[in-house]
């Protein structure tokens, strides 16, 4: 059974850092997709981050949205099935409900990587707030 949970949410203030985690059973990371996605009250969902392996640790694809660029990280445990998004310089905007999401197999271009439409498997989301 696939399983896909985050944690790690919290209340931050702006400038602050925070890494949420993503802990998937049941697969392999080696040779999947995870992506990270959010949605804040009253927008569409949109694609963070995302990072895609290629079977024997090769041919790892990481993509990530404008707005994650230079500030947010994601990197990869694959013995630890634990997938990490690191967010620095929070800003208020960045207030969301973050989820993980998984596509059991290498997705090889950074578009579609952070398309929510490629990923199967979600998680119940984790909480993040930026404020003062």
């Known amino acids: 059974q696939i399983q896909v949970v985050e944690s790690g949410g919290d209340l931050v203030q702006p400038g602050g850092s925070l890494r949420i985690s993503c802990l998937v059973s049941?697969?392999?990371?080696?040779?999947?997709?995870v992506g990270w996605f959010r949605q804040a009250p009253r927008k569409e969902r949109e694609g963070v981050s995302c990072?895609?392996?290629?079977?024997?640790?090769?041919?790892?694809?990481?993509s990530s949205a404008d707005s994650a660029k230079g500030r947010f990280a994601i990197s990869g445990d694959v013995a630890g099935n634990t997938v990490y998004l690191q967010m620095d310089s929070l800003k208020p905007e960045d207030s969301a409900i973050y989820y993980c999401?998984?596509?059991?197999?290498?997705?090889?271009?950074?578009?579609?990587?952070?398309?929510?439409?490629?990923?199967?498997?979600w998680g119940q989301g984790t909480q993040v707030t930026v404020a003062s």
């Open positions: 990072i895609s392996y290629g079977g024997g640790h090769r041919d790892t694809v990481v």
């Open positions: 049941g697969f392999s990371l080696d040779d999947s997709t």
């Open positions: 999401a998984v596509f059991l197999a290498p997705i090889g271009d950074e578009e579609s990587c952070l398309d929510e439409d490629e990923y199967d498997y």
